[in-house]
């Protein structure tokens, strides 16, 4: 059984920066290949970042250029560093791991962006 525990939303004006992390349990971190997944009201859930064990990147169009995802192993921590917010980029926001066909998630934290 894998824990992931989302922390770093928050409330934010449009055009500023906010950074999530997630640490996730256990010793076998790193070699987990791992998501950042955002869900807006009424939307379904949607593909934000991802990064491999072995550090390769990818976005989803919306968030290329803006958001970056990293990871520190030692830490067991996987970041969602997030400039330029829109208000679009309002969302739940989800830390995904999938082992052996399972999807384990973190319980989401909020991100709003409002003037």
């Known amino acids: 059984q894998v824990q992931l525990v989302e922390t770093g939303g928050g409330l934010v004006q449009p055009g500023v920066s906010l950074s999530l992390s997630c640490v996730v349990s256990g010793r076998m971190f790193r070699i987990y290949d791992m998501g950042w997944y955002r869900q807006a009201p009424g939307k379904r859930r949607e593909l934000v970042a991802t990064?491999?064990?072995?550090?390769?990147?990818n976005y989803a169009d919306s968030v290329e250029g803006r958001f970056t995802i990293s990871r520190d192993n030692p830490k067991n921590t996987v970041y969602l560093q997030m400039n330029s917010l829109k208000a679009e980029d309002t969302a739940v926001y989800y830390c995904?791991?999938?082992?052996?066909?399972?999807?384990?998630w973190g319980q989401g934290t909020q991100v709003t962006v409002s003037s």
């Open positions: 990064i491999t064990r072995s550090g390769s990147t």
């Open positions: 995904n791991v999938r082992l052996a066909a399972i999807d384990y």
